[in-house]
C-alpha cells in the first residue's frame, strides 16, 4: 500500500496484539494517519485491513492457540479478560490470560492432584484391609 515504514509498524503490531481486542485498534491510529497523510483512499484501504486482519485473528486464531497450547477453554479466557480488564483497567487486560494460566495450574496441581492421591490412598487401605 505504499506506507513508510511498514516492518516498524507489522512489529509493533504483533506486540500490540498482547492486549486482546484493544490493542490491535490502539496500533492502527499510526499508519492510519501515516497512510492519511498520503490519501484518503488509502488511509480507507489501511484501517478496512487493521479491522479485517484483528477480526480474522482475535475471533478465530488467537483463541484456539490460547485454548490449545494452555488447555484452557477459549470461553474462560474471555471471561478472565472482561472481568480483569472492568476490575483493572488496562493492566488488567495484560495480566488476563497469563493470571487465568496461572490459576488453572494452581487448580490442577494442588486441588485434582490431592484428589487422586486421596482415591489412591483409599484403594491402598481397601486392598490391605482384604485379609
Given at each position: 500500500m505504499g506506507i513508510p515504514g511498514v516492518w516498524v509498524w507489522a512489529g509493533?503490531?504483533?506486540?500490540?496484539?498482547?492486549?486482546?481486542?484493544?490493542?490491535?485498534?490502539?496500533?492502527?491510529?499510526?499508519?492510519?494517519?501515516?497512510?492519511?497523510?498520503?490519501?484518503?483512499t488509502t488511509a480507507l484501504w489501511v484501517?478496512?485491513?487493521?479491522?479485517?486482519l484483528?477480526?480474522?485473528?482475535?475471533?478465530?486464531?488467537i483463541?484456539?492457540?490460547?485454548?490449545?497450547?494452555?488447555?484452557?477453554?477459549?470461553?474462560l479466557i474471555l471471561v478472565m479478560l472482561l472481568?480483569?480488564?472492568?476490575?483493572?483497567?488496562?493492566?488488567?487486560?495484560?495480566?488476563?490470560?497469563?493470571l487465568t494460566a496461572f490459576i488453572k495450574a494452581y487448580y490442577v496441581t494442588f486441588f485434582l492432584k490431592k484428589r487422586e492421591l486421596d482415591e489412591d490412598d483409599e484403594k491402598i487401605t481397601r486392598m490391605l484391609l482384604r485379609n
Amino acid at each position: 500500500m505504499g506506507i513508510p515504514g511498514v516492518w516498524v509498524w507489522a512489529g509493533v503490531t504483533f506486540f500490540a496484539e498482547l492486549i486482546p481486542k484493544i490493542g490491535f485498534y490502539i496500533m492502527s491510529v499510526p499508519p492510519v494517519l501515516i497512510a492519511f497523510s498520503i490519501s484518503p483512499t488509502t488511509a480507507l484501504w489501511v484501517a478496512i485491513f487493521y479491522i479485517a486482519l484483528d477480526e480474522l485473528i482475535g475471533d478465530f486464531i488467537i483463541p484456539r492457540i490460547r485454548s490449545k497450547t494452555m488447555k484452557i477453554h477459549p470461553v474462560l479466557i474471555l471471561v478472565m479478560l472482561l472481568a480483569m480488564t472492568s476490575a483493572f483497567g488496562i493492566m488488567g487486560a495484560f495480566i488476563a490470560t497469563p493470571l487465568t494460566a496461572f490459576i488453572k495450574a494452581y487448580y490442577v496441581t494442588f486441588f485434582l492432584k490431592k484428589r487422586e492421591l486421596d482415591e489412591d490412598d483409599e484403594k491402598i487401605t481397601r486392598m490391605l484391609l482384604r485379609n
